[in-house]
């Protein structure tokens, strides 16, 4: 990323990169919710877990379609699905969150998020760090479209340089979100994605996304860097290192 992106980046809080995902990585991501989903009909679409991962399913039964059941999330995906950290961990995505928030990156948390056609909700305006404001602002969050995301099917939004703005009060509503009546609509801006683009945003970037009411479903990986390892009884973050002033890593066993 050049000198002006970065400035950019700094001004609007977010990037788009376009095409840091090929082909190959894409499919990748597409085989492991395929296999989940397999998984997933055999045990009944059961919610389940393993080791640190959450699989959570859901039944979609909006617009007249006949209802069925679906993938919903995969929590922490880090954690036990190495293809997914093989793809959302590579040097080049870590390259980029280098210029973001500095050479010392650690694993701070991931979702594979699947917005299911006709019937996938939305998600209300929130900002990241309001989920873990105990912890340090240097971080970064990295959202990947596995599938072309676009305004009818629920693409992210977000809202140029509203980081500047630090904390806004969040509340427990429709989700956990803040208070919508004050957006300024105008301002909004839509990441429409094809597969394999990212957009990088800062952790008080304000974002959302609509419900889905197309034809075509929604998958994207999501995941977050941060420059500092976890605070002492913190939930959120890890102590594990990805990148170090002091060089090489040391890799992590599947849970
Ligand atoms: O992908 C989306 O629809 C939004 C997800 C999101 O913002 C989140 O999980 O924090």
Same mark, same amino acid.
């Given at each position: 990323?050049?000198?002006?992106?970065?400035?950019?980046?700094?001004?609007?809080?977010?990037?788009?990169?376009?095409?840091?995902?090929?082909?190959?990585?894409?499919?990748?991501?597409?085989?492991?919710?395929?296999?989940?989903?397999?998984?997933?009909?055999?045990?009944?679409?059961?919610?389940?877990?393993?080791?640190?991962?959450?699989? &959570?399913?859901?039944? !979609? %039964?909006?617009? =007249?379609?006949?209802?069925?059941?679906?993938?919903? $999330? @995969?929590? +922490? #995906?880090?954690?036990?699905?190495?293809?997914?950290?093989?793809?959302?961990?590579?040097?080049?995505?870590?390259?980029?969150?280098?210029?973001?928030?500095?050479?010392?990156?650690?694993?701070?948390?991931?979702?594979?998020?699947?917005?299911?056609?006709?019937?996938?909700?939305?998600?209300?305006?929130?900002?990241?760090?309001?989920?873990?404001?105990?912890?340090?602002?240097?971080?970064?969050?990295?959202?990947?479209?596995?599938?072309?995301?676009?305004?009818?099917?629920?693409?992210?939004?977000?809202?140029?340089?509203?980081?500047?703005?630090?904390?806004?009060?969040?509340?427990?509503? &429709?989700?956990?979100? !803040? %208070?919508?009546? =004050?957006?300024?609509?105008?301002?909004?801006?839509? $990441? @429409?994605? +094809? #597969?394999?683009?990212?957009?990088?945003?800062?952790?008080?970037?304000?974002?959302?996304?609509?419900?889905?009411?197309?034809?075509?479903?929604?998958?994207?990986?999501?995941?977050?860097?941060?420059?500092?390892?976890?605070?002492?009884?913190?939930?959120?973050?890890?102590?594990?290192?990805?990148?170090?002033?002091?060089?090489?890593?040391?890799?992590?066993?599947?849970?």
């Amino acid at each position: 990323m050049n000198d002006d992106r970065l400035k950019q980046y700094n001004e609007d809080g977010y990037i788009l990169i376009r095409n840091l995902l090929n082909e190959e990585e894409i499919q990748t991501i597409q085989d492991l919710r395929k296999r989940i989903d397999e998984e997933a009909e055999a045990g009944g679409f059961q919610n389940f877990t393993k080791g640190k991962t959450r699989y &959570e399913f859901e039944r !979609i %039964e909006t617009d =007249g379609t006949p209802a069925r059941s679906t993938l919903r $999330a @995969v929590k +922490e #995906p880090w954690w036990n699905e190495e293809a997914f950290r093989k793809v959302t961990g590579s040097d080049k995505i870590l390259d980029v969150v280098e210029q973001l928030i500095g050479s010392e990156i650690y694993y701070h948390s991931s979702k594979l998020l699947f917005k299911a056609a006709r019937g996938g909700r939305r998600k209300p305006w929130h900002q990241d760090w309001a989920y873990w404001d105990h912890m340090n602002q240097r971080q970064v969050t990295v959202w990947m479209a596995i599938d072309e995301a676009t305004r009818e099917n629920g693409c992210i939004e977000v809202l140029p340089g509203s980081h500047k703005n630090g904390l806004i009060k969040h509340h427990h509503g &429709e989700d956990f979100m !803040i %208070e919508e009546s =004050g957006i300024d609509t105008s301002q909004i801006v839509y $990441a @429409v994605m +094809e #597969p394999g683009d990212a957009l990088f945003f800062d952790v008080l970037t304000l974002h959302a996304s609509a419900a889905n009411h197309s034809d075509k479903g929604r998958l994207c990986s999501i995941i977050d860097y941060d420059s500092e390892p976890k605070p002492d009884n913190s939930r959120h973050g890890s102590d594990h290192p990805l990148r170090s002033r002091e060089g090489e890593v040391e890799s992590l066993a599947i849970t």
